[in-house]
């Protein structure tokens, strides 16, 4: 009994410190909002750098060189000799404007920052950068 008189001060002090050190939680503002501190990039447009990774989360699915004839009415996306002679119609079809197919077919309009940075990559004269 003595020993486990001896144990309890100790066995209580583990337990605080636990407690103490779980209850403790610190966020930083962009861990919990992360939409608040994104910012969209519209200084510097390059094709490698900002259209190929538009391309590849939104349009690849379907317009790859693998997927394009079955599920992308045969047109391909995958890289810039692909890409720049369709710039006016990918630009119509992910602004869902005028004649074009809307884009991604059965999904919704892309967010505002990649319409906007392929418009820029555009008026920039769509360059092989």
């Known amino acids: 009994m003595t020993s486990m008189k001896r144990l309890l001060p100790v066995f209580v002090t583990f337990a605080t410190i636990l407690l103490i050190s779980l209850s403790c939680y610190y966020d930083n503002e962009e861990a919990l909002y992360p939409s608040l501190n994104s910012s969209c990039d519209t200084i510097s447009v390059s094709f490698s750098g900002t259209i190929t990774p538009i391309l590849a989360n939104n349009c690849l ?69």
């Open 61 to 129: 699915s379907c317009h790859s060189n693998a997927t394009a004839a079955a599920a992308g009415n045969n047109i391909r996306l995958e890289d810039y000799t692909d890409v720049k002679p369709r710039t006016t119609a990918i630009i119509g079809s992910i602004k869902h404007t005028g004649t074009y197919s809307p884009m991604p077919k059965n999904g919704g309009k892309l967010n505002s920052c990649p319409i906007t940075q392929f418009d820029i990559w555009m008026k920039n004269g769509a360059p092989d950068n």
